[in-house]
Structures are given as structure tokens and as C-alpha cells.
């Protein structure tokens, strides 16, 4: 079965300081992926996504992505982040030929003066 | 252009109740999918809804249902609400595109949800 794992559920960070978050999936076939951002009490934005290619990835807000097959992982990263990217950040898998997406649990970045 | 929009914002109801949430594309948008979103949780498949027709389901009961319109637009349903049904019900839309394995039917665009308490 399809599984997504992000395995950091808090992550602070000082503004203006590099992130990283983490992003493992279990898929049989090569898999289709997003990340997603919730702000408090929203719905979800989508901040890139992966379906083949350059497995070097960018999408909005100055954030980018890596697909790593070998190790089954899509990071989500960001040089330099500012105060309003404090928020919810979710890893989904695309789960079946339909358009149905799997989620991982997210991660919850603060970000600190 | 008008993105997903979802009503009500809020809603309370009590344990055996039933309720209605309702959800309308994007613009352009032909299908419309139902996630849960429990607190602290990722969201969780509900159901897809293509051409008024029900085309794949998560792992809910039957107490969950749903209706697409001509126009797109959807409704979720839920039956003798549980205190466990309290969560936050997003709703995406899409394009199906060409068909199976349609990269754009897995580019969903997500309303800002109905945060549903069940007391």
C-alpha cells in the first residue's frame, strides 16, 4: 500500500535561515508528487508538484523540491525564509490513476525572529 | 477568476444529526474530490466526483455520501453524525483531463474548508 512519512512533526527555524523538510513515500511505480501549504484556518495551496522529468523542481514562494529515487524522497526546501512562511507543510503522493492524493501527517514550521 | 469556494464556513451539529456541505469549482473545473481533515492530521480521501457520478472512494462508511451537479458544483453529505466526524471538510477541484493517469486530474485546487463540530 501507498504511504507518505514525514517524519518531522515540529520544526523552528530562525527568519532568514535555510529549511528543509522531509518527505518519504512508499510507491510501487513512479510516483506523482506534491507539497502543499496550509496557513492557520485555510484550505491547501500548492506550492510545486512532480510528475517526470528534471527531478529538481521549483515552485511558488522561492521554494523547491528534489526527487530522490534512490532514497524515495521529495524535500522540500527553501534558502532563506521569512515570518510568513510560518505554516502547515504537507508531502502528498498521487495514490491511483484518478486523481486521488495521499497525505502525509505534516509538519508544523515556526519560524523565529 | 473564482477559486473553490465551500459553505458554510462553520457549522455545529449535535451526535445523530445529519449534515449538508457544499462545494463549487474553479472555473474550468470538472471534478470535484472530498478530503477530512481531522485536527493535527493530513487530509484524508473521502470520495471523487466526475460527470455527476461517484468515480472512486476512500476508506468511509456509507453514512458519507455525496451529488454532483451539471454545473460541477458538489455536495457532501453526512448521516447520524459521530463525535469522531468533527474535523475540517475540504473539498478540491480539478480537470480530468485525457483520462486515466491524468496529470492534471492530480493538480487539485483546494477551497478553504468547512470546519464541522459534532457535540
Known amino acids: 500500500a501507498q504511504s507518505v512519512t514525514q517524519p518531522d512533526i515540529h520544526i523552528t527555524v530562525s527568519e532568514g535561515a535555510s529549511l528543509e523538510l522531509r518527505c518519504n513515500y512508499s510507491y510501487g511505480a513512479t510516483p506523482y508528487l506534491f507539497w502543499y501549504v496550509q496557513s492557520p484556518g485555510q484550505g491547501l495551496q500548492l506550492l510545486l508538484k512532480?510528475?517526470?522529468?528534471?527531478?529538481l523542481v521549483q515552485g511558488i514562494k522561492g521554494f523547491e523540491a528534489e526527487f530522490k529515487r534512490s532514497q524515495s524522497s521529495f524535500n522540500l526546501r527553501k534558502p532563506s525564509v521569512h515570518w510568513s512562511d510560518a505554516a502547515e507543510y504537507f508531502c502528498a503522493v498521487g495514490a491511483d490513476s484518478w486523481g486521488k492524493l495521499q497525505f502525509g501527517a505534516g509538519t508544523q514550521v515556526v519560524v523565529t525572529p | 477568476d473564482a477559486g473553490v469556494t465551500q459553505s458554510p464556513t462553520h457549522l455545529i451539529k449535535t451526535r445523530g444529526q445529519q449534515v449538508t456541505l457544499r462545494c463549487s469549482p474553479k472555473?474550468?473545473?470538472?471534478?470535484v474530490s472530498w478530503y477530512q481533515q481531522a485536527l493535527g492530521q493530513g487530509p484524508q480521501f473521502i470520495f471523487q466526483y466526475y460527470e455527476e457520478e461517484e468515480r472512486q472512494r476512500g476508506n468511509f462508511p456509507d453514512r458519507f455520501s455525496g451529488h454532483q451537479f451539471p454545473n460541477y458544483s458538489s455536495e457532501l453529505n453526512v448521516n447520524a453524525l459521530l463525535l469522531g466526524d468533527s474535523a475540517l471538510y475540504l473539498c478540491?477541484?480539478?480537470?480530468?483531463?485525457?483520462?486515466?493517469?491524468?496529470?492534471?486530474?492530480?493538480?487539485?485546487?483546494f477551497g478553504p474548508g468547512t470546519r464541522l463540530t459534532v457535540t
Open positions: 472555473s474550468g473545473h470538472d471534478t
Open positions: 512532480y510528475f517526470s522529468g528534471d527531478t
Open positions: 478540491a477541484s480539478s480537470l480530468a483531463g485525457s483520462g486515466r493517469g491524468s496529470r492534471s486530474s492530480y493538480e487539485q485546487y
